[in-house]
């Protein structure tokens, strides 16, 4: 608004001085007042206005090559809970255009893929990634998680150390994993922020960047912040040093936010300094910025939903939650996600009361949303066994889970879990076509993804060498040009 920026002399004035209107002077408006005071330019140096710098390092990712194309013949399980029998998917300009049984239409000129035999999902989501910060194989040189020097770290982002050449996102492409979401790690309160990436090769960070995506921000309950800075003697120590902390810093972007809040409505006075740290968290009370909260127990996890009451914001999902079965009412009734493992567990004191169902249960209440995640490279090229196991384990505890219901658990409602639901994690017409083609049921052992489609390009190819992605970093390295398993190098 022009007023916004201009004090003192009234918009009628300055309209007649700019249209040079006269019957402006029966008003008694005058553009020489001398009472005006002269306008402020409330623009700060580049840099200084977090409200202008809101996403300075922007993504410049491009979907790779692509052509139209319809999958036929398939076991189509859509992550809407729908399964089609010889189902067709058809893919239009990286969208997808249309899906269902064999009568739907092919349009003219467009590739038939025939996969008769085979199932076709969306493409795996892998909400707790650390590959790039935690490249594998690496060295202590490119360990770049963890910024272990303070209980808040908010003011760091992941995507700043992420390591686009890691090997492991050809071999969790392999797997099925179009998106992952980096996040940095755990030693702290607040870790940092987190960054959703396309699974594509590039030489940028930027390259990977998921367009639109929301940024998260990584908070750490339990054992991990409270030994790493007890050890230091220094709080936190303990599970209410830990809250004090969070408490502490939200109080702290509450007030910086009403200072800038305040600022950018009236203009006075001199403007707030620019804080990384609260502008993330400032970001989490606005609701622009989504945290993704590793917690085990589910005592600690219903100290952060109250804590999240007392300052008026939301927590999007719990991760790890090996405990969350013990709430699961609760976490549905608030739309909190639930990201977990199937068989991890007891390898400290927080882990140790979990169960292989797990993600069943929390899935049971309506409008639940259960998710399966890694937070491991190797088993980020398995989500679908381990989604396997947990489907297995809830029918055994008597719970009838169905398969095109729980293929959300890493595809549709893993988008939801990093707010990406709106652009991929279904076979819905519109959303990005990220597609795999499995060599046989996705919840069987023996299941590899034979294609994956990304935004409608083929970047995996399991039986064509050209679509088998090497990073430069594996080039010339031992081993380098060797089989394994019988796979031709680089489809692992």
């Known amino acids: 608004m022009i007023g916004h920026h201009l004090r003192g002399a009234s918009l009628a004035a300055i309209t007649c001085a700019v249209l040079g209107l006269s019957a402006c002077a029966t008003t008694g408006q005058t553009t020489d007042d001398t009472s005006a005071k002269p306008s402020r330019d409330r623009t700060l140096d580049a840099g200084l206005d977090p409200a202008t710098t809101l996403n300075p390092y922007p993504s410049t990712y491009q979907p790779l090559p692509r052509e139209n194309f319809a999958v036929v013949g398939a076991t189509v399980l859509t992550g809407t809970e729908r399964k089609i029998e010889n189902g067709v998917v058809v893919v239009t300009d990286g969208k997808i255009a249309a899906v269902g049984?064999?009568?739907?239409?092919?349009?003219?000129?467009?590739?038939?893929?025939?996969?008769?035999?085979?199932?076709?999902?969306?493409?795996?989501?892998?909400?707790?990634?650390?590959?790039?910060?935690?490249?594998?194989?690496?060295?202590?040189?490119?360990?770049?998680?963890?910024?272990?020097?303070?209980?808040?770290?908010?003011?760091?982002?992941?995507?700043?150390?992420?390591?686009?050449?890691?090997?492991?996102?050809?071999?969790?492409?392999?797997?099925?994993?179009?998106?992952?979401?980096?996040?940095?790690?755990?030693?702290?309160?607040?870790?940092?922020?987190?960054?959703?990436?396309?699974?594509?090769?590039?030489?940028?960070?930027?390259?990977?960047?998921?367009?639109?995506?929301?940024?998260?921000?990584?908070?750490?309950?339990?054992?991990?912040?409270?030994?790493?800075?007890?050890?230091?003697?220094?709080?936190?120590?303990?599970?209410?040093?830990?809250?004090?902390?969070?408490?502490?810093?939200?109080?702290?972007?509450?007030?910086?936010?009403?200072?800038?809040?305040?600022?950018?409505?009236?203009?006075?006075?001199?403007?707030?300094?620019?804080?990384?740290?609260?502008?993330?968290?400032?970001?989490?009370?606005?609701?622009?910025?989504?945290?993704?909260?590793?917690?085990?127990?589910?005592?600690?996890?219903?100290?952060?939903?109250?804590?999240?009451?007392?300052?008026?914001?939301?927590?999007?999902?719990?991760?790890?939650?090996?405990?969350?079965?013990?709430?699961?009412?609760?976490?549905?009734?608030?739309?909190?996600?639930?990201?977990?493992?199937?068989?991890?567990?007891?390898?400290?004191?927080?882990?140790?009361?979990?169960?292989?169902?797990?993600?069943?249960?929390?899935?049971?209440?309506?409008?639940?949303?259960?998710?399966?995640?890694?937070d491991d490279a190797l088993l980020t090229q398995r989500l679908n066994q381990e989604a396997a196991a947990a489907l297995s384990a809830g029918r055994r505890a008597g719970l009838n889970i169905s398969e095109e219901h729980a293929i959300s658990w890493f595809t549709s409602n893993a988008a939801k879990a990093i707010g990406i639901a709106d652009q991929t994690g279904s076979l819905t017409p519109g959303l990005r076509a990220d597609v795999v083609i499995w060599s046989a049921d996705p919840f069987s052992i023996y299941a590899r993804a034979d294609q994956v489609f990304i935004d409608g390009a083929l970047t995996f190819d399991r039986a064509d060498p050209a679509y088998q992605p090497t990073s430069d970093f594996e080039l010339g390295q031992p081993g380098y040009g060797l089989t394994a398993a019988n796979v031709s190098e680089g489809a692992r």
């Open 101 to 374: 049984d064999a009568s739907t239409p092919v349009p003219t000129g467009y590739k038939v893929v025939d996969a008769r035999g085979r199932y076709v999902t969306p493409g795996v989501i892998d909400v707790h990634s650390h590959l790039g910060v935690y490249p594998s194989p690496g060295v202590q040189g490119m360990s770049d998680g963890n910024e272990a020097t303070s209980p808040n770290t908010a003011q760091v982002w992941a995507e700043h150390s992420l390591w686009p050449q890691d090997p492991g996102f050809n071999t969790a492409r392999a797997g099925g994993v179009t998106t992952l979401h980096i996040l940095p790690g755990s030693a702290n309160l607040f870790g940092g922020r987190g960054v959703t990436i396309r699974n594509v090769p590039s030489i940028t960070m930027q390259g990977m960047k998921f367009p639109a995506a929301p940024y998260t921000v990584k908070m750490a309950c339990g054992e991990n912040p409270s030994r790493v800075y007890g050890g230091r003697n220094q709080s936190p120590a303990t599970g209410m040093g830990n809250m004090a902390g969070y408490r502490a810093a939200f109080i702290a972007a509450r007030e910086y936010k009403a200072k800038w809040d305040k600022w950018h409505e009236t203009g006075e006075g001199a403007a707030p300094t620019r804080n990384l740290q609260s502008e993330t968290l400032a970001g989490v009370l606005d609701g622009s910025i989504l945290i993704q909260n590793h917690c085990y127990r589910a005592d600690e996890m219903a100290l952060m939903m109250d804590m999240a009451k007392e300052f008026g914001y939301r927590i999007s999902t719990f991760h790890h939650a090996t405990e969350a079965y013990k709430l699961a009412p609760q976490l549905a009734q608030s739309g909190i996600c639930a990201a977990m493992w199937t068989g991890w567990w007891g390898f400290k004191m927080e882990a140790l009361d979990a169960i292989e169902e797990n993600a069943a249960l929390v899935d049971a209440p309506e409008g639940s949303c259960a998710v399966i995640h890694s």
